[in-house]
């Protein structure tokens, strides 16, 4: 009798469903950051939420609270992860003006790449992220030999600078699908300037050809190249 009642068990533990797998190995907090980006990446800012974070790490909720408190709190640290790269990927022999300009341009491609991290570096002016970027530039306008009474007026310029394309993309992230034909949507642009009165918006129509092919890359760096022009004219 104990013994069928041995087989009994066995047979039902055997057929019981089994539970979802889980992960046995440490959760870090570089992880969870790595998995808040590929979800920002793919689907955008709505779509983070701690039980899509679940999902992605087949954890429970405790264990990504032990490392990231809140929403805020992930999306800073996310933004500072892909700024920290920004920072770092600049070489240690570069001329400190090409520095800067891989600063800014490495801040636009990873904008560009990830435009969720315009939307957060607009939205709080003095987070750590920003503070890596103003550090860096800070750093190699003293190597440039910028006098340090002008360091603070010319860092503060780039930096917002490159936070005015910050702004520029989290308002088009929210506007306009990312899937956007841009020859397009500059098309539809340039038709609109076409209907102002040209002497009241003679400029607007100077430029509509150059809207129609301008490069935005290039347009951002142009305008670093003018700010380090009159910082060298203060040198």
Known sequence: MERRSKCVKMLAMATRPQRSERRTDALSRERIVEAAIEILDADGEAALTFRALRTRLATGSGAIYWHVANKDELLAATTDDVIARVVTDVSAGAEPREAIRAIASGVFDAIDAHPWVGGQLSREPWQFAVLQVFEALGQQLGALGVPERARFDCASALLNYVLGLAGQYAAGARLIARETDRSAFLASVAERWATLDPAEHPFLHQVTPQLLDHDDR??????????????????
């Open 218 to 235: 290039q347009q951002f760096l142009a305008g670093i190249d003018l700010i380090l022009a009159g910082i060298d004219a203060i040198r």
